[in-house]
Nanobody, 125 residues
Framework: QVQLIESGGGSVQAGGSLRLSCVASGSISSLCMGWFRQVPGKEREGVAGITTTSEYTYFHDSVEGRFTISRDNAKNTVYLQMNNLTSEDTAMYYC???????????????????WGQGTQVTVSS
């Protein structure tokens, strides 16, 4: 089990960028990492995921080409670079860590058993 702390959220205008960070309390080198988001009344959805050595990344169709996920295992940190943001990206963003189940599982919520508290992203049009 690792504790995850997200940061970097905030308010931005449409077309802008934000970079989210997630720092873990312990080593993440053997864990797949993911970013999820949730808006009130909707289920939490997977946004991006990355395997242990960054060999594979996987993105939700709605963010493909705009978001980038990366990790620095030496710093126990994973990042989500979000560009060209739209109002539909407004949500609470959560970092997650879990045992890898293959790249197809990177956006599957049940694959992860460690979650951060979330950081709010608000995009105004």
């Amino acid at each position: 089990q690792v504790q995850l702390i997200e940061s970097g959220g905030g308010s931005v205008q449409a077309g802008g960028s934000l970079r989210l960070s997630c720092v873990a309390s312990g080593s993440i080198s053997s864990l797949c990492m993911g970013w999820f988001r949730q808006v009130p009344g909707k289920e939490r959805e997977g946004v991006a995921g990355i395997t242990t050595t960054s060999e594979y990344t996987y993105f939700h169709d709605s963010v493909e080409g705009r978001f980038t996920i990366s990790r620095d295992n030496a710093k126990n940190t994973v990042y989500l670079q979000m560009n060209n943001l739209t109002s539909e990206d407004t949500a609470m963003y959560y970092c997650a860590a879990g045992i890898c189940g293959g790249w197809r599982a990177l956006l599957v919520r049940e694959q992860y058993d460690n979650w951060g508290q979330g950081t709010q992203v608000t995009v105004s049009s």
